[in-house]
């Protein structure tokens, strides 16, 4: 080695490494992180779109698959987004192999973009292809197409915030599926993904305004189908307030290095 | 005046109330091979994870190359390269993904003639595309020694790199390091094998429940601290030690026919011969053997905290 020929330093070189690496990641196990996802979301749009969807109206002059839609499709972002960085964090935490990006000098606003973008990444690839297989079901009519990808990315953005601090806060695999079985499902579940809200008896209504899944699955909704129980600008707010909320939280466990450094 | 390698002064860490590190200071000059001993426990990977980043400063500071690793701590990662004693690898990827990978960690374009190089050199070319997970553990170790060394850094840090490999690896490995250091590479190395220190590092600093009890070139420490015996074979048995020996301690076997002699460092081997000759006593054959690294070693750290 020529140790005088010091090697330049690229300052946007370990953010664009680290955003190869989790992306080559999921691709990687792409049967796990996109093709199972898929399938999930395709048996929902069966069971709703092609069998039950055609005996229920909730809104009228939609018909039920068209209603649901939305929600699966941001339920699909949501969960892959959030996976995305709380296994692959998480999972760096466990083995030890964490410690090859303490050493280096990826600072802590390119480990959060990093981890954040290929979260996004992940949880819009996998609403894209959501979407895609809708259309075998029934058409939207993309009210607001700016909207909805607004909404969608904020949607994902703000479950991968979500994700670090799982993954931080986590202390082994059975701690980490509490964060989805126990706040991430019954949230989407009790967030309108199903239903309208305007159709729960007013205590379940006003409850489920303090879901923060509500405001991202109306919004979305919204967007899509120009249809919803809340003002866009309202949903889109609170969704936003939320994600920079969690952003900040997120963002004060890197640099601190909560949790990564002794 | 170029600033050292590596300057640590009055470095201090706690765990649980325990103090794994205590007011630590040395330095290591630029292109040195300095080896860092000590009993396990005593402090060392603490230290090394402390100049790495890996784990935070307690109290004191440390500079690598002038460059503070609190307050500009991305210059100096970049000038680092660490070998951790555990084995940390990422099993989705191949050995040569995970190179490249880890360049652009430092902010280093891929350097394929470098990256070659490290290939070649630690006989990694028959496994460069197997997944981590199918490598044995030498693999593994040399994989890690390419590592820490892809965005060429001024100071390579080793803490246990031959702990549990085989022969023929360790000696690849201190041949690569010999090599790397003289090309201008400082070096700091951690093992237990007290052989290896002796034969590569300029100087050594000792350390024992997170002292550091001494700290010397490691000729003067095999001089100054270390003691010599001296064998001396009877041609006939004797049954009693004679007087007046100018050595530490005296032995006389079960047979009567060997006397073991034990000199300090200050003691004169003449002298002793001649008192031996003037005494009469009927030798046959001497020996002598100078103390090696791993017994000054154990007679430093069994003795407890001594200053250096």
């Given at each position: 080695?020529?140790?005088?020929?010091?090697?330049?330093?690229?300052?946007?070189?370990?953010?664009?490494?680290?955003l190869?690496?989790?992306?080559?990641r999921?691709?990687?196990?792409?049967?796990?992180?996109?093709v199972?996802?898929?399938?999930?979301?395709?048996?929902?749009?069966?069971?709703?779109?092609?069998?039950?969807?055609?005996?229920?109206?909730?809104?009228?002059?939609?018909?039920?698959?068209?209603?649901?839609?939305p929600g699966?499709?941001?339920m699909?972002?949501?969960?892959n987004?959030?996976?995305?960085?709380?296994s692959?964090?998480?999972?760096?935490?466990?083995?030890?192999?964490?410690?090859?990006?303490?050493?280096?000098?990826?600072?802590?606003?390119?480990f959060?973009?990093?981890?954040?973008?290929?979260?996004?990444?992940?949880?819009?690839?996998?609403?894209?292809?959501?979407?895609?297989?809708?259309c075998?079901?029934?058409?939207?009519?993309?009210?607001?197409?700016?909207?909805?990808?607004?909404?969608a990315?904020?949607?994902s953005?703000?479950?991968?915030q979500?994700?670090i601090?799982?993954?931080?806060?986590?202390?082994?695999?059975?701690?980490?599926?509490?964060y989805?079985?126990?706040?991430?499902?019954?949230?989407?579940?009790?967030?309108?993904?199903?239903?309208?809200?305007?159709?729960?008896?007013?205590?379940?209504?006003?409850?489920?305004?303090?879901n923060?899944?509500?405001y991202?699955?109306?919004?979305?909704?919204?967007?899509?189908?120009?249809v919803?129980?809340?003002?866009f600008p309202i949903?889109f707010?609170?969704?936003?307030?939320?994600?920079?909320?969690?952003?900040?939280?997120?963002?004060?466990?890197i640099?601190?290095?909560?949790r990564?450094?002794? | 005046?170029?600033?050292?390698?590596?300057?640590?002064?009055?470095?201090?860490?706690?765990?649980?109330?325990?103090?794994?590190?205590?007011?630590?200071?040395?330095?290591?000059?630029?292109?040195?091979?300095?080896?860092?001993?000590g009993p396990n426990?005593?402090?060392?990977?603490t230290t090394i994870n402390?100049?790495?980043?890996v784990?935070?400063?307690?109290s004191?500071?440390?500079?690598?190359?002038?460059?503070?690793n609190?307050?500009?701590?991305?210059?100096?990662r970049?000038l680092?390269g660490?070998m951790?004693?555990?084995?940390?690898?990422?099993?989705?990827?191949?050995?040569?993904?995970?190179?490249?990978?880890?360049?652009?960690?430092?902010g280093?374009?891929?350097?394929?003639?470098?990256?070659?190089?490290?290939?070649?050199?630690?006989?990694?070319?028959p496994?460069?595309?197997?997944?981590?997970?199918?490598?044995?553990?030498?693999?593994?170790?040399?994989?890690?020694?390419?590592?820490?060394?892809?965005?060429?850094?001024?100071?390579?840090?080793?803490?246990?790199p031959?702990?549990?490999?085989?022969v023929?690896?360790?000696?690849?490995?201190?041949d690569f390091?010999?090599?790397i250091?003289?090309?201008g590479?400082?070096?700091?190395?951690?093992?237990h094998?007290?052989?290896?220190?002796?034969?590569?590092?300029?100087?050594?600093?000792?350390?024992?429940?997170?002292?550091?009890?001494?700290?010397?070139?490691?000729?003067?420490?095999l001089?100054?601290?270390?003691?010599?015996?001296?064998?001396?074979?009877?041609?006939?048995?004797i049954?009693?030690?004679?007087?007046?020996?100018?050595?530490?301690?005296?032995?006389?076997?079960?047979?009567?026919?060997?006397?073991?002699?034990?000199?300090?460092?200050?003691?004169s081997?003449?002298?002793?011969?001649?008192?031996?000759c003037?005494?009469?006593?009927?030798i046959?054959?001497?020996e002598t053997?100078?103390?090696?690294?791993?017994?000054?070693?154990?007679q430093?750290t069994?003795?407890?905290?001594?200053?250096?």
């Amino acid at each position: 080695m020529n140790r005088h020929q010091e090697p330049q330093f690229i300052a946007w070189l370990p953010f664009y490494t680290l955003l190869q690496k989790e992306i080559r990641r999921f691709l990687r196990v792409a049967s796990q992180t996109l093709v199972t996802p898929v399938i999930t979301a395709s048996l929902y749009l069966f069971i709703f779109g092609a069998t039950l969807g055609e005996r229920i109206s909730v809104i009228e002059g939609f018909s039920y698959a068209q209603f649901v839609i939305p929600g699966l499709i941001l339920m699909g972002v949501i969960n892959n987004s959030f996976s995305n960085v709380a296994s692959s964090l998480f999972m760096s935490r466990y083995l030890g192999n964490i410690v090859d990006l303490l050493v280096t000098p990826v600072s802590p606003t390119q480990f959060i973009m990093a981890y954040t973008l290929a979260a996004m990444l992940r949880g819009l690839a996998v609403g894209l292809v959501v979407w895609l297989i809708s259309c075998l079901f029934a058409t939207l009519p993309w009210a607001h197409p700016f909207a909805a990808i607004a909404m969608a990315c904020l949607a994902s953005f703000l479950f991968a915030q979500f994700g670090i601090i799982a993954a931080i806060h986590a202390d082994n695999f059975d701690s980490l599926s509490m964060y989805t079985n126990f706040i991430i499902l019954p949230l989407i579940y009790l967030g309108g993904v199903f239903y309208p809200i305007s159709i729960l008896p007013p205590l379940w209504a006003k409850l489920s305004h303090l879901n923060p899944l509500f405001y991202l699955i109306d919004g979305f909704r919204y967007a899509l189908l120009g249809v919803g129980d809340l003002p866009f600008p309202i949903s889109f707010g609170v969704a936003l307030v939320m994600a920079l909320v969690l952003f900040c939280w997120a963002a004060s466990l890197i640099s601190r290095s909560y949790r990564l450094r002794n | 005046m170029t600033s050292p390698a590596l300057a640590i002064q009055n470095l201090s860490k706690e765990y649980d109330g325990t103090l794994a590190v205590n007011n630590l200071s040395f330095t290591i000059e630029p292109g040195e091979i300095f080896g860092l001993l000590g009993p396990n426990g005593a402090g060392k990977s603490t230290t090394i994870n402390m100049i790495a980043g890996v784990t935070r400063v307690g109290s004191g500071s440390i500079e690598i190359f002038g460059f503070d690793n609190q307050s500009d701590s991305r210059i100096t990662r970049r000038l680092v390269g660490v070998m951790h004693q555990e084995i940390v690898i990422d099993n989705f990827f191949t050995i040569d993904q995970a190179l490249r990978l880890h360049a652009g960690y430092y902010g280093v374009r891929d350097d394929a003639a470098w990256r070659q190089r490290l290939i070649d050199r630690l006989g990694l070319k028959p496994h460069l595309h197997k997944v981590m997970i199918k490598l044995s553990g030498g693999m593994k170790r040399r994989f890690m020694i390419a590592k820490a060394l892809i965005h060429k850094p001024r100071l390579l840090i080793l803490d246990e790199p031959t702990a549990g490999v085989d022969v023929e690896l360790r000696h690849t490995l201190w041949d690569f390091v010999r090599e790397i250091n003289q090309q201008g590479t400082t070096i700091l190395l951690t093992t237990h094998y007290l052989e290896e220190a002796e034969q590569m590092c300029d100087r050594i600093a000792i350390m024992n429940h997170g002292d550091l009890i001494a700290l010397e070139t490691t000729s003067t420490l095999l001089k100054e601290l270390g003691t010599r015996s001296m064998l001396v074979h009877l041609q006939t048995p004797i049954k009693e030690l004679p007087d007046h020996l100018c050595c530490q301690a005296v032995e006389l076997d079960d047979t009567g026919t060997t006397l073991r002699l034990t000199l300090s460092a200050s003691q004169s081997t003449g002298e002793l011969l001649k008192h031996l000759c003037d005494i009469n006593l009927p030798i046959a054959d001497i020996e002598t053997r100078k103390a090696s690294l791993e017994e000054i070693f154990l007679q430093m750290t069994q003795a407890g905290r001594v200053k250096p």
